[in-house]
């Protein structure tokens, strides 16, 4: 991500639009029997609930009390597997530095000598002769069409989609262009996804307002993956945000994390050293980070989930050059394990 020039430019075209699932319901009303003696006179139309009536609503209330303890329970352990980032047991992932002090903030938990990079110019992390990474791909409209079922046959794991984007110029949001159709085609292929957002927003409020647009994009798309807050300041400083300061970069990032968390999502944030160098890691510490550093190994101690390695990756199905990411969160979920 961080090699794109981010604009108001788009491409044009737009994907097909994902289908929509409609549900029908019905029920069954059983008639009861008439009781021997002769009822009281009741208004026409109506009789009295038989015991086998009474039977059946009881039934259906249990049954609604049922279902609506397991939605909660859902509820409650999809927001525990965002927290926990067990990917292994169908959960979001999340932060690995989730609920980790300072002293740990910059304690990697990763050995980099256990990087293997292929003859496809892609890395695995492994460990005790077991391969314990996943492989990405991070995309947005500049990579056009992409055929997801060849991108999942040449091994890829999982894929954020940008969803949109606020310009730099005119601070208008703008939707990706490709947004719907990669969000439901790489879902379709059997990708896990996340999402991502490029940002300039210069207030918590516009933070809040480009979390909103998130979620209104995303809808009742299943990420297993987190949404992740894209904060890219222009080198040139062109741009909206390159004049805030670290504590108003920090305010802006937590206010969008923390809406989307309201949500019942897992939240990220994204950016290379420097970037992230502009906040306050330690309170976005249990959000985690999405880290950019294009190289052999990563040259930080800062302890974080994904690894973005390269923004010229070759990827069957896609036609540009595309961001190779590396999910190193089972890494960790080993070590707690061991």
Partial sequence: MARQTRGEHMVSGQGPAAPRRRSAASGRRSAGQSPRRTPARRPAGRRPASRRDRRGHGLLLRLGTVVAVVILALAVLR??????????????????????????????????????????????????????????????????????????????????????????????IVRDSYAEYNLQAAQDAGLDIGVYFYSQATTADEAVEEAE???????????????????????????????LTGTQRTEVALAFCRRIEQAGHAAMVYGNGPQLDGYD?????????????????????LFFGIWQYSNTGTVAGVDTDVDLDLDLTPVFAQSEAN
């Avoid at 992409?146 to 601070?171: C, E, L, M, T």
């Fill in 79 to 172: 927001i525990a597997g965002c927290r926990l980032g067990l990917l292994g047991l169908g959960g979001p992932v999340e932060s690995v530095t989730s609920g980790i002090d300072a002293g740990q903030l910059y304690r990697s938990p990763y050995d980099w000598g256990n990087l293997v990079q292929g003859t496809d110019g892609r890395y695995t992390y492994v460990s005790g002769g077991r391969t314990l990474s996943r492989a990405g791909i991070d995309v947005s409209e500049h990579q056009g069409y992409i055929d997801w079922s060849r991108v999942r046959d040449d091994g890829i794991d999982f894929a954020f989609v940008r969803v949109g984007y606020r310009g730099s110029g005119n601070a208008s």
């Fill in 213 to 243: 647009f998130v979620l209104d994009q995303i809808g009742d798309a299943q990420l297993t993956y987190p949404v992740v807050f894209d904060f890219e300041p222009a080198n040139d400083s062109s741009d909206r945000i390159s004049s």
């Fill in 281 to 301: 890691l330690e309170q976005l510490a249990p959000y985690g980070f999405w880290y950019a550093e294009y190289g052999s190994a990563p040259s930080t101690d």
